[in-house]
Every structure is written in structure tokens, then in C-alpha cells.
């Protein structure tokens, strides 16, 4: 297997982009890319992986055409890899793997979604696409619902309290307010996000990540050759995927997602790491309770005490790990398919030391992408060469 | 919508009516609803059809609160208002996803609480009304 670096990474401006439509939106992000390598031209890239569920179905076949037309790059292989809110997760796993095959030198993965501008009605249909359609839905079941099962449960269990939930969207919303991408660049107050309305109990609107139009981008390179390129690539030294039963109450634990319990394992067996070598970590904290479920499943913890990490303040700029310096789904956006490979841009910064809430000297980070309600994660670890 | 078709729903009707399950004959898992292969043994077509009792104990729940039910559900919610919704430990020792109905899902429902199915209108797609269970409270 041939080693595989990351050598630059883009992403659009998150947030209501209204009128803008995909391809626009994947223009920015691949053309931010583009701009950190003086010299390597388009014609170089070699394949292009897509992650969208194309949320509304205005493009939902062959929208990787569409994509690669935009960026003027028609005529080479390209896919849409769709596994709902972990689709660039897979689609950066399929470009990893086409590189250290020996397929590919250079490819790029990244992901699109488009999700403002769409009737209320349409949007929450598309919401419920992701999840089990026949028994599920019938019972009247939605999205944040599900995670506010896997709250309700994890409360029961392990004594987590409401306050722990609060916190993680505190956290990321502070984090979000230095970074100029994220939809959200202001702070809450723990008060503000305790008391707001609620829409799954005991979820409130302040546990839900937004709704967000956005675009990301890396490009990939074998190792040897991303030395012509650039002075800093940032190695993938360890890349893991699981799947599980895609409706809740079909899984053996509802506090816990076994896809991403995998998927980490995985991981940190081929990086040859472990959870407490991670210096810095994006997880998909769709909902506050799946950041709590994030740190238990990754191994930052022990099961049942992500509660406990939060409100000791140990994944704050300050403490042993900090999570989601780019202000998470809950606050930087998450535009489904390109959520994965935007967690990507914030590692990649990171590890270069160019991020806006940089964690001092940081050498190893991962990230955390789930599928669904965890029918499907990736974790992917890179380190600074 | 959740869109589920005419054919599709009925295919599922004795689930959604009746709670058949298919008990494994070669290493007694019970899967609902039944399966091709067994999701324990792996076996095929070794499911004999039982019908679930329809009762269990809250395992954990939600409420939807107003405005965010999906939209076949919204003329529901905006008569009823918020709704919850559980997935339930049946007596025999599987796991489902059920609204729960006749109780005020802010004041009665709570983890272990004894309930038990009830066949009731779901929604309306397609000008046909779908039928199925909803699960409430057993008062002793
Ligand atoms: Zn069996």
C-alpha cells in the first residue's frame, strides 16, 4: 500500500448561500485548493470522488458530472458517493484507496449540498430519507428524534445531564465565532442554549445543527509525489468505515454506534495510534448528544462519562483534546454530503498551524463522520510529516 | 412525504396490523419483521410467522415538539400537538419504534412505563388511510 498525503484542502462559505446552486458552491471550495499549489494544474488530477445525497432531488443522478464540469474537469473518472451525512467520509475512503492502490497519484474527494431554498414541507421529507422509511417513519419519527432516543437512554444510564448537552453547542458555537466560514460566528450564553424551544425531547433547537448550503474539497496525492508539490502534506496514517443496522431499534446499544466503534478501531490499528495520541479531533456532533456519544465511541473516554468530559472542560481550546475547533455541524453548518471533507479542512489546517482557533503544535488529528443516525461512519487520522 | 407506497404498505400489513414476527426454527431468534436470512443464524427461509403480543415496557422515548413532525404527520400534530414516540421492549424480548397515544407525553410517559398496542388510523397518502398499531399506557 503506497502512502497517501493531503495537499491542500478548500470549502465554500457555509450558511444560506441562497442561489447558489451546487456547482457553484464546489467551484469555491475546489478553487481554494487549487490556489495553495502554485504548481500543479488541473489536468493533473486524475479522478474525482463526490459525496451528496442531493438533498431536494434537483440533481439526484450523475451529479458528478455535473460537478466536474464545473471545476473544468470533464472527461475524467468521477462518482457521487451517497451514504447520507458520512457521504464524503466515503467518498475521501474511495480516493484514499484508489491512491495507495496505486491507481491514482492524484484525485480529488469532497462533497456538495444544497439545502436552503426548498419549501419547509420538502425539507423535512428529505430529512427522513436517511432513516428507516417503513417502520420508523410510520410511527411519525424524525431525525433529531432518533438522537433524542439515544439521549433519553444515555440520561437513564449513565446520569448525563441536560446541562452536558448544552455545553457542547457552547462550545461550538464559541469556536465558531472566530471562524469566518461558519454559519453561525456568534456566541450562546449556557443559559440561551438550556432554555430554547424544544423539537425532539430532550433535544431543543439549540442541540440541532442547522440547515446549511456548502461545498468542501481536498486534494490527495501519493506521498513521494506530493514532495514536487508542497513542503507540508499531512499524511492519512489511518482510515476505518462500519456500517450498522440503519433503523435505531434494531441496533444491540442505543447509547452507543457501533459504526463508529469500528470504524475507529480500524483506524487507530492501521495508524498504529491510540485515542490518547489524538492531539486534535472534528466529530460529527449533528445533535449535542452525538458529540457525548463521539467521545465514548472514539475511545477519548469511558462509556458513559462523555457527559462528564464536556462539562470538565476537556475538549475546550484549553484541555486535553479540543473537538471541533471549527465550530462543528452545530455551529460552522453542516451541508450534508461535503460535511465529511470540510472536517478534513479543518485537521488539515490545523496541522499545518493555520487554523483560527489553532491547538499549539498539534501533530495528530482525526475525524469522526457518521451516517444517518449511525448506520454508517468513517474515522479518519492524519499527522503532520 | 415518507412516501410508502399502496403495494409496499400492504405487503407489511401483518406487521403493522398484527405484529407477526418470524421465529427462527434453527436457532429460535425472533426477527421482525421476518427476513430472508435470519439475522442471528444466517439461515434461509427457516422463519416460521407468530404474532407479537403487543406488550413491553418504554425503553426509551422522545416528543416531537410542535412544528417539527414530518408532513404526513402534520395534520395530526396540529390537532394534537406534540407526540411522543418510543422504542418499546416487548415481552418477548425484542425491540420496536412506536408512537405512543392516549397519555400526555410530557406528564405519563417515562422509561419503564407498561404499554401495550392499540390498532389506529396512521395517516392519510394516496386517499387511502393507513391503518397500524400505536402503543398506550396499561392502566392497573
Ligand atoms: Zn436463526
Known amino acids: 500500500m503506497r502512502r497517501v498525503g493531503i495537499i491542500a484542502a478548500g470549502e465554500s462559505k457555509f450558511g444560506a448561500r441562497v442561489g447558489m446552486e451546487y456547482e457553484e458552491l464546489f467551484v469555491e471550495a475546489f478553487l481554494e485548493a487549487m490556489g495553495q499549489v502554485d504548481n500543479l494544474e488541473s489536468k493533473d488530477i486524475q479522478e474525482a470522488f463526490v459525496g451528496s445525497l442531493a438533498f431536494g432531488g434537483s440533481q439526484l443522478g450523475n451529479m458528478s458530472a455535473l460537478v466536474v464540469d464545473s471545476v473544468n474537469l470533464i472527461g475524467i473518472p468521477a462518482s457521487r458517493v451517497e451514504n447520507a451525512c458520512g457521504s464524503s467520509g466515503y467518498a475521501l475512503r474511495y480516493a484514499i484507496m484508489s491512491i495507495a492502490s496505486g491507481i491514482n497519484d492524484i484525485v480529488i474527494a469532497g462533497g456538495v449540498e444544497k439545502m436552503q431554498d426548498i419549501s419547509k414541507a420538502t425539507r423535512l421529507y428529505w430529512f427522513g430519507v436517511a432513516g428507516d422509511i417503513k417502520w420508523e417513519r410510520l410511527s411519525g419519527m424524525t431525525f433529531p428524534g432518533n438522537y433524542a432516543l439515544m439521549a433519553t437512554r444515555h440520561m437513564k444510564e449513565f446520569g448525563t445531564k441536560k446541562e452536558a448537552l448544552s455545553s457542547v453547542a457552547v462550545k461550538n458555537h464559541d469556536f465558531a465565532s472566530r471562524n469566518p466560514k461558519a454559519q453561525f460566528q456568534r456566541k450562546i450564553t449556557l443559559e440561551q442554549a438550556m432554555n430554547a424551544p424544544i423539537v425532539a425531547y430532550p433535544l431543543n433547537i439549540y442541540d440541532c445543527c442547522p440547515i446549511t448550503d456548502g461545498a468542501s474539497c481536498v486534494i490527495l496525492c501519493d506521498l513521494e509525489i506530493a514532495k514536487k508539490y508542497t513542503d507540508t502534506p499531512i499524511e492519512i496514517v489511518g482510515f476505518g468505515a462500519g456500517t450498522d443496522h440503519l433503523a435505531l431499534y434494531q441496533r444491540e446499544s442505543i447509547t452507543r454506534i457501533d459504526a463508529a466503534v469500528k470504524a475507529s478501531k480500524m483506524a487507530f490499528k492501521m495508524a498504529n495510534l491510540q485515542p490518547k495520541d489524538i492531539e486534535v479531533a472534528e466529530v460529527h456532533d449533528c445533535f449535542t448528544i452525538a458529540e457525548i456519544l463521539a467521545y465514548e465511541d472514539i475511545g477519548f473516554c469511558k462509556k458513559g462519562d462523555g457527559g462528564k468530559m464536556i462539562l470538565d472542560g476537556e475538549t475546550t481550546i484549553h484541555g486535553r483534546i479540543p473537538v471541533n475547533t471549527g465550530g462543528g455541524l452545530k455551529a460552522k453548518g453542516h451541508p450534508i454530503g461535503a460535511t465529511g471533507t470540510a472536517q478534513i479542512y479543518e485537521i488539515f489546517k490545523q496541522l499545518r498551524g493555520e487554523h483560527e482557533n489553532q491547538v499549539h503544535d498539534a501533530t495528530i488529528g482525526l475525524t469522526h463522520n457518521v451516517g444517518g443516525t449511525g448506520s454508517a461512519c468513517t474515522v479518519t487520522i492524519l499527522r503532520r510529516v | ?140
Open chain 2, 1 to 140: 412525504m415518507a412516501h410508502v407506497s399502496i403495494p409496499k404498505y400492504w405487503k407489511a400489513l401483518p406487521q403493522k396490523y398484527r405484529l407477526v414476527a418470524g421465529k427462527c426454527s434453527n436457532c429460535g431468534e425472533l426477527n421482525f419483521p421476518p427476513t430472508t436470512l435470519c439475522k442471528k443464524c444466517g439461515q434461509e427461509n427457516t422463519q416460521k410467522h407468530i404474532e407479537l403480543k403487543g406488550k413491553g415496557t418504554v425503553y426509551t422515548y422522545t416528543i416531537i415538539g410542535r412544528g417539527g413532525a414530518p408532513p404526513e404527520f402534520a395534520k395530526m400534530q396540529k390537532k394534537c400537538g406534540p407526540y411522543a414516540i418510543a422504542i418499546v421492549e416487548l415481552e418477548e424480548g425484542l425491540k420496536i419504534n412506536v408512537q405512543l397515544t392516549d397519555c400526555d407525553p410530557f406528564k405519563d410517559v417515562n422509561i419503564g412505563m407498561k404499554v401495550s398496542a392499540v390498532f389506529r388510523r396512521i395517516y392519510e397518502q394516496e386517499n387511502v388511510i393507513r391503518y397500524g398499531l400505536k402503543f398506550r399506557p396499561i392502566i392497573e
